[in-house]
Every structure is written in structure tokens, then in C-alpha cells.
């Protein structure tokens, strides 16, 4: 099992900059977690991805967010962090992490809210 812990979240005004962490712990190895990230849910909407960092490194990042969110992992902390700049009142949601492991088992954070003012 992972259990994961989300910090970070608050309110910015538009254009400014917010950072997300996320605490991976259990009892799978964080080598054993191939797929770590951020997803979003605005009122209304559908939870939708973010940002994902594999075990490798490779990134993959929502069209919406490239250019302006950079993800990274820290295995030897077992964290996964999103640095968000230039923030648009469009990005206010609740923020969640994620993880994947080798045996596909999917694990949840339970979600940090952002909010960007206009």
C-alpha cells in the first residue's frame, strides 16, 4: 500500500507561482512506484491529469499546463513536487496526487485545494 500526502495548496493571484508536494510512504518500495504525479478537479468538471514523472524520469504534462508547470521526483525522499508559474484563475482546483506501481494498483492523495484570484 502507499499512502500519499499532498502540501502545498493555497490562494495566489493570477500570475503568480505556487509549489505542490506530495510524501509518498508504505510499504511498497518507491522503485516499485512507476508512476507518480498530480491530477485536478475543478467544480463541476472531471478529474483530469496534470502532470505525470515516471520512475525513469520521462514527464508528460497537460497541453494546458505545458510550459508553465515543471514536475519532479525525488525517490530518495519518495516525493513528487509540481512547480506551477504564471497561474490563471482557470487552474483553481482541487490538486491531488497520484502513484502507480508495477502491479497497477493506483493510489489517491486526498487533495490540496488552489485557488488563483483574478
Known amino acids: 500500500q502507499v499512502q500519499l500526502v499532498e502540501s502545498g495548496g493555497g490562494l495566489v493571484q493570477a500570475g503568480e507561482s505556487l509549489g505542490l508536494s506530495c510524501a509518498a510512504s508504505?510499504?511498497?518500495?518507491?522503485?516499485?512506484?512507476?508512476?507518480m504525479g498530480w491530477y485536478r478537479q475543478a467544480p463541476g468538471k472531471q478529474r483530469e491529469l496534470v502532470a505525470t514523472v515516471t520512475l525513469s524520469g520521462s514527464t508528460d504534462y497537460a497541453d494546458s499546463v505545458k510550459g508553465r508547470c515543471t514536475i519532479s521526483r525525488d525517490n530518495a525522499k519518495r516525493t513528487v513536487a509540481l512547480q506551477m508559474n504564471s497561474l490563471k484563475p482557470d487552474d483553481t482546483a482541487v490538486y491531488y496526487c497520484?502513484?502507480?506501481?508495477?502491479?497497477?494498483?493506483?493510489?489517491w492523495g486526498q487533495g490540496t485545494q488552489v485557488t488563483v484570484s483574478s
Open positions: 508504505g510499504s511498497v518500495s518507491i522503485f516499485s512506484i512507476t508512476v
Open positions: 497520484y502513484s502507480r506501481d508495477v502491479r497497477r494498483r493506483e493510489y
